[in-house]
Nanobody
């Protein structure tokens, strides 16, 4: 079993930055693909970014060039650095772990509870 706990969400003005963290515990972190998803009010949960166990990264088109995913295996933590935030980035952000990086939330057996990010205009 893997437990995931997100942190770092909050309220930020448009153009600002936030860094989200996802701390993992329970099983060998290094073996997992780690991803971030987000869900805006009234919309489906969508893939944002992922990083494989070999540090290959993948991003959605909407965040490419603004967001950076990284991982620190010594701390069992994955990060999402978000720059150039805009109101369309407002959502609950979720961390998820699986054997690989998938764009489908339903393929992740381990999921966090989410952290709210609100971007004001």
């Amino acid at each position: 079993q893997v437990q995931l706990v997100e942190s770092g969400g909050g309220l930020v003005q448009a153009g600002g930055s936030l860094r989200l963290s996802c701390a993992a515990s329970g099983r060998t972190f290094t073996n997992f693909g780690m991803s971030w998803f987000r869900q805006a009010p009234g919309k489906e949960r969508v893939f944002v970014a992922g990083i494989t166990s070999s540090d290959t990264t993948r991003y959605s088109d909407s965040v490419k060039g603004r967001f950076t995913i990284s991982r620190d295996n010594a701390k069992n933590t994955v990060y999402l650095q978000m720059n150039g935030l805009n109101p369309e980035d407002t959502a609950v952000y979720y961390c998820a772990a699986a054997g690989a990086v998938y764009g489908n939330w339903n393929l992740y057996p381990y999921r966090g509870q989410g952290t709210q990010v609100t971007v004001s205009s």
